[in-house]
């Protein structure tokens, strides 16, 4: 490394001693005068942040408070009733958990639940799967597994693999709304397995969802069931990690949820700083937007260099993709904004796609995570005369950070001490943070999400033209071309999604025929059997 790398190293290098967290943001090519160009952004980023997290109105949309930092910080809550709810649900997580890991809550088919089960989608997943693949101990005192889509094949093969297991099996099944189509489908599809071994679901299922929702009302209340969790209105999807959704599967896996949130408010402590470089989420906001000129013109590749944050990259591409991923600025003006973020692990992907970030298109910048200890409480074997497998892994790392600056593509480096609850929670504050400034920076909310409810309106429109095709065709005396059932389905400009729905009817077995050369659909009929 040359000296003048060197003192750059030195003069942006950021240690935060609580967490033993280093960010590096040398090799952003940033210079001085693109600094002195973001301090009014930054100005007003630093009073954003303090307006969000005393109350103001951050989701438009629903008309909601954005508070996922009075999670790990009850005292900053804007009133008594919001702190004293937080409190009471952290102890109540704890409670549980200790009640089924010692038998008091069992199933009345097991001496003890050995597993859980959780049901969710987005942020109900993805969170909950990243701290279960980072932190779960090697033996914990139960084994999780996760239904994340609606995929029947998918939901089928994991209640396959379970099948002995059910009788000790806990069930999360997490809606905030309580009406979301991918968590009922899998909730039903889980029911209908327990019932086919003559087991009463609701005395496995637990629901984590708003109060007064139709999972709260009809379902869990109504059945029965065996305990229930609640959300907050102020806690978006994919910033509920910290909440009853993430802290739950945690606290039965045996990690240590109270070290988790000690470590996201630290995070939080070290990112209200109003100073630049004092400012670890500040300063990954800046590089991000160097990086995309300020309008997300490269994609983020993150690569851990360690096994147990494979998942990390999955878990970002929701928090950072869905939060900055927006077609207009708070001011109305067409924008499309966003950063993709796609990654998985080093050094793997060395031998998968560093080939092309290194000489191919030079559309994205790196964010490589170092952890320093590479086989804690335990001595690793030398794999040559002075060489462990970990001198590997960290040779890999900075070998490829140098090798990728060297051809012009720039990179951010956070090294973490080891992957623990207390770093890991610092870790997710760190990114909530930074998508908080940057959104800032470029004069977006982050926090709604128009193109989501966007998608789940057009997927509720087709299901319902597929209940106007069966009609259709229940009704018709003789079998129906395309265009004519389009037609009698009150469809004619959606000829195309009508002969898809008959196609994917007829591939699984619901009694609708095709008939005709498949290669020039104009040409089917469609009957139903009768």
Do not use: C
Not at 277 to 293: C, D, E, I, R, V
Not at 475 to 504: C, F, N, W
């Amino acid at each position: 490394m040359t000296q003048s790398l060197w003192q750059r190293y030195q003069d942006w290098l950021y240690y935060h001693d609580g967490l033993g967290l280093y960010l590096d943001i040398s090799r952003i090519r940033f210079d001085d005068d693109f600094v002195a160009t973001m301090a009014p952004k930054f100005e007003r980023a630093f009073a954003d942040m303090v307006a969000l997290e005393q109350g103001a109105i951050a989701n438009p949309d629903e008309d909601r408070m954005v508070g996922h930092y009075w999670l790990r910080n009850p005292d900053l809550a804007p009133s008594p009733e919001i702190r004293d709810s937080i409190l009471a649900d952290i102890q109540a997580v704890e409670d549980f958990a200790a009640k089924v890991h010692s038998g008091e809550i069992h199933p009345p088919e097991a001496p003890r639940f050995e597993h859980v089960l959780s049901v969710g989608i987005g942020g109900s997943a993805l969170g909950p799967q990243f701290v279960a693949e980072a932190l779960s101990p090697d033996v914990p005192p139960m084994t999780i597994h996760f239904i994340d889509n609606t995929d029947p094949a998918g939901m089928r093969r994991t209640m396959t693999r379970m099948l002995d297991q059910l009788p000790a099996t806990l069930i999360l099944n997490t809606s905030k709304s309580g009406g979301t189509p991918e968590t009922r489908n899998g909730m039903l599809e889980v029911k209908a397995a327990y019932e086919q071994m003559g087991l009463n679901f609701v005395d496995h299922a637990v629901a984590i969802t708003m109060e007064g929702s139709k999972m709260d009302i009809e379902l869990a209340k109504a059945e029965g069931w065996l305990k229930e969790f609640y959300m907050y209105d102020w806690i978006g999807g994919r910033t509920s990690v910290m909440s009853d959704v993430g802290l739950l599967p945690a606290a039965l896996q045996g990690i240590d949820i109270r070290a988790m949130l000690d470590g996201a408010k630290l995070m939080d402590e070290a990112t209200r700083v109003p100073d630049l470089k004092s400012n670890p989420a500040a300063l990954l906001a800046m590089a991000w937007y160097h990086a995309g000129q300020g309008k997300g013109e490269k994609d983020m590749v993150v690569l851990p260099y360690k096994d147990s944050l494979m998942l990390f990259s999955r878990y970002l591409q929701q928090l950072i993709m869905e939060s900055l991923g927006k077609e207009k600025d708070l001011d109305g003006n067409v924008v499309h904004q966003g950063i993709a973020v796609y990654g998985n692990k080093g050094s793997t992907d060395q031998h998968a796609y560093v080939q092309q970030l290194r000489d191919g298109v030079p559309n994205f910048f790196a964010t490589f995570i170092e952890v320093l200890d590479d086989l804690p409480n335990q001595d690793d074997i030398e794999v040559e005369p002075d060489v462990t497998s970990g001198d590997y892994l960290n040779g890999f790392l900075y070998g490829t950070r140098s090798a990728l600056y060297d051809n012009g593509r720039d990179s951010v480096t956070i090294t973490i001490p080891d992957v623990n609850p207390r770093v890991v929670g610092g870790l997710i504050a760190l990114y909530e943070r930074a998508v908080s400034f940057y959104a800032s920076l470029v004069n977006i909310n982050a926090y709604h999400q128009p193109g989501v409810e966007a998608g789940k309106k057009a997927a509720a429109t087709i299901l319902d033209l597929q209940r106007r095709v069966l009609t259709a065709l229940r009704a018709a005396s003789e079998p129906l071309g395309i265009e004519t059932l389009a037609e009698q389905a009150g469809a004619s400009d959606e000829v195309e999604a009508v002969y898809k729905i008959a196609r994917h009817l007829a591939s699984n077995d619901r009694g609708i025929k095709l008939e005709g050369d498949r290669a020039q659909p104009a040409s089917l009929k469609v009957w139903l059997e009768r």
